[in-house]
Nanobody, 121 residues
Framework: QVQLVESGGGLVQPGGTLRLSCVAS????????MGWYRQVPGKQRSLVAD???????ETNYADSVKGRFTISRVKNTVYLQMTSLKPEDTAVYYC???????????????WGQGTQVTVSS
């Protein structure tokens, strides 16, 4: 299986910057998409940003983070550069990878354990 390990979370003041990292390892076939999601207690997990490489590299972002967050990928590591952080960004951030296992089974999703980001004075 594929394992995803996130790091880089922590406590930061409003307006501050954090950079999250997620490293994929294990039985990787072809990870075509990696992304970041976040979740707060009592709410659904939602997309923050993802990056795909079916052909031309494509990224997409939640409206709430456009212009502030940047997703990037180097091999099997995905980063989320977060600037101008707001208290509303406080959440557990999860890394996701979509791996093409084989032509018959298709793709599989894998999730990291999450890393806490707290934006507070």
């Amino acid at each position: 299986q594929v394992q995803l390990v996130e790091s880089g979370g922590g406590l930061v003041q409003p307006g501050g910057t954090l950079r999250l990292s997620c490293v994929a390892s294990g039985s990787i076939a072809n990870i075509v998409t990696m992304g970041w999601y976040r979740q707060v207690p009592g709410k659904q997990r939602s997309l923050v940003a993802d990056i795909s490489s079916f052909g031309k590299t494509e990224t997409n972002y939640a409206d709430s983070v456009k212009g502030r967050f940047t997703i990037s990928r180097v091999k099997n590591t995905v980063y989320l550069q977060m600037t101008s952080l707001k208290p509303e960004d406080t959440a557990v951030y999860y890394c996701k990878a979509v791996d093409i296992r084989n032509p018959i089974a298709g793709s599989a999703e894998f999730w990291g354990q999450g890393t806490q980001v707290t934006v507070s004075s």
